[in-house]
């Protein structure tokens, strides 16, 4: 069962006795220190990729994405695809997402015109026998384009690509509730969808209005219902905190309301106000935004009831049900962050497809062009639209290995490491291990001959942990231009 005490400033709970650093991490307690949390409440990546994408290059380019992606075949792994819609109806004050606000919907079909064309340049890079095992459509407003467009859409895809069955294949979607009736839930899950996300946010008008979201509850619901009906067999619901007007009692009404209907899954987003990159988010009043210790407030309460009602922090905003994929993966080891969150397909290339998508191919990182006009040119023209990325060094794949197993684990055994990459691990890491020495005096983790475990201090911290084994932000002298990690 999880702990839900809310300890008092500077309190230290007592940890049981010799047991190996590595079994801290299967504690899938979450314990709220508000005193630890404000101290080590800075800016840091969230780990969709490691490298971040802060470091990707024009360097790597489409010929060397191409050629990647043949040798790739070698391998025989499953494929993954990444779908990016970017038009919205409106457009949400607090969005720093890519996306084309508008009322105009004939802006669609030239735009899924291109993604066919760059299916058809993708596909021709695999073999035909690599199957397609996880899908998703994100955004913008997947919903956006019409059921026509929908069914169209999928029709190419799997003319283009091998999509494993419904039994075998993980195709998820983000809903927008304002953007859906039950006639389009019922047609997702025909053309084959079985998993989505809802946004919600918060249900308090006062909330939405200010960032230019309205939507009842009623109508967040319905969608619900219709997905249950219809057998899709994972719903997750997002939320965001720290949004203008919230306190922690008008939130909790929010969260509530939203247990009251047992999601399977549910992301609790820290909204990070960066007017200076966001143009949209200029709109909103810094004034109505809580102050940093309401924030911490709003998310301690959300966690601690979370927890309470029988949902396990699974990580970075993340909470699933003890019987989810999610937890269960989390539990065998197989657990794996990409760009669109927790996974449970470590083992997949993913291409991404459509203006400003990222792919994962190999030991790569591959970016399509952010602008609508440059992705329409290199389409039109017949070249594959990657304009950046990064190969991947020996190192960077150490330390991806590492960091992906610190966040989605929480436990990192030495000798596991050290037989898979041929290393003396505090050789190796030795000027990591020393900037966790400060975290393991906090409480945060455990760190012994074995391995490092986190403490459930440690969890909702888990990115600065992650920190001290990114050689990139040890180069630039700190986390330049990231979001705060609470």
């Given at each position: 069962m999880l702990d839900h005490t809310r300890p008092t400033a500077g309190e230290q709970?007592?940890?049981?006795?010799?047991?190996?650093?590595?079994?801290a991490g299967d504690d899938q307690r979450t314990v709220f220190d508000l005193d630890l949390i404000k101290r080590y409440d800075q800016s840091g990546p969230r780990y969709t990729s490691y490298p971040t994408a802060v470091e990707f290059d024009p360097a790597f380019d489409a010929t060397r994405y191409a050629e990647v992606c043949r040798e790739t075949n070698a391998s025989g792994r499953p494929l993954s695809l990444y779908f990016h819609i970017p038009f919205c109806d409106t457009v949400c004050f607090y969005c720093a997402c890519n996306k084309i606000a508008t009322k105009d919907r004939t802006l669609v079909q030239p735009y899924l015109e291109r993604v066919y064309q760059e299916m058809a340049m993708q596909s021709a890079l695999f073999d035909d026998d690599r199957v397609v095992e996880q899908l998703h459509w994100g955004g913008g407003t997947p919903t956006f384009i019409s059921h026509a467009q929908m069914r169209e859409l999928m029709d190419q895809t799997r003319k283009h690509f091998k999509l494993a069955d419904d039994a075998h294949g993980e195709y998820s979607i983000e809903i927008d509730p304002r953007e859906a009736t039950g006639d389009t839930i019922e047609l997702l899950r025909e053309i084959g969808f079985n998993r989505m996300s809802l946004g919600v946010q918060d249900f308090d008008p006062r909330?939405?209005?200010?960032?230019?979201?309205?939507?009842?509850?009623?109508?967040?619901?319905?969608?619900?219902?219709?997905?249950?009906?219809?057998?899709?067999?994972?719903?997750?619901?997002?939320?965001?905190?720290?949004?203008?007007?919230?306190?922690?009692?008008?939130?909790?009404?929010?969260?509530?309301?939203?247990?009251?209907?047992?999601?399977?899954?549910?992301?609790?987003f820290n909204y990070a106000h960066l007017p200076a990159r966001f143009m949209p988010q200029r709109r909103i009043d810094d004034d109505d935004l809580p102050r940093p210790e309401v924030k911490l407030e709003?998310?301690?309460?959300?966690?601690?009831?979370?927890t309470e009602a029988g949902w396990l922090y699974i990580g970075m905003d993340h909470f699933a049900r003890p019987d989810d994929e999610l937890a269960r993966a989390q539990r065998d080891g197989t657990l794996y962050?990409?760009?669109?969150?927790?996974?449970?397909?470590?083992?997949?290339?993913?291409?991404?497809?459509?203006?400003?998508?990222?792919?994962?191919?190999?030991?790569?990182?591959?970016?399509?062009?952010?602008?609508?006009?440059?992705?329409?040119?290199?389409?039109?023209?017949?070249?594959?639209?990657?304009?950046r990325g990064i190969e991947l060094n020996r190192d960077d794949e150490i330390r991806r290995d590492v960091i992906t197993r610190l966040i989605c684990h929480f436990r990192l055994d030495f000798a596991d490491v050290e037989r898979h990459w041929g290393i003396d691990f505090h050789d190796y890491f030795g000027r990591s291990l020393a900037k966790l020495e400060g975290m393991q005096q906090d409480g945060l983790l455990e760190v012994d001959a074995q391995g490092i475990g986190v403490l459930p201090k440690g969890r909702l911290l888990i990115r600065n942990i992650c920190m001290a084994f990114d050689a990139y932000l040890e180069a630039k002298q700190g986390p330049v231009g990231f979001s705060k990690v609470i």
């Open positions: 709970p007592a940890e049981t006795g010799a047991r190996p650093a590595t079994s909330v939405q209005q200010a960032v230019n979201r309205i939507q009842s509850e009623e109508e967040t619901m319905a969608v619900l219902e219709a997905a249950r009906a219809a057998g899709f067999r994972s719903i997750s619901i997002d939320l965001i905190y720290g949004l203008p007007h919230q306190t922690a009692e008008s939130f909790m009404d929010t969260v509530e309301r939203i247990i009251a209907v047992a999601p399977d899954r549910l992301s609790v709003i998310l301690q309460a959300a966690t601690e009831r979370l962050r990409n760009f669109q969150g927790y996974s449970t397909h470590a083992d997949c290339d993913l291409i991404g497809l459509g203006v400003t998508s990222i792919g994962k191919v190999g030991k790569t990182y591959g970016q399509n062009r952010r602008e609508l006009d440059a992705y329409y040119e290199d389409i039109d023209a017949g070249r594959l639209p990657v304009f």
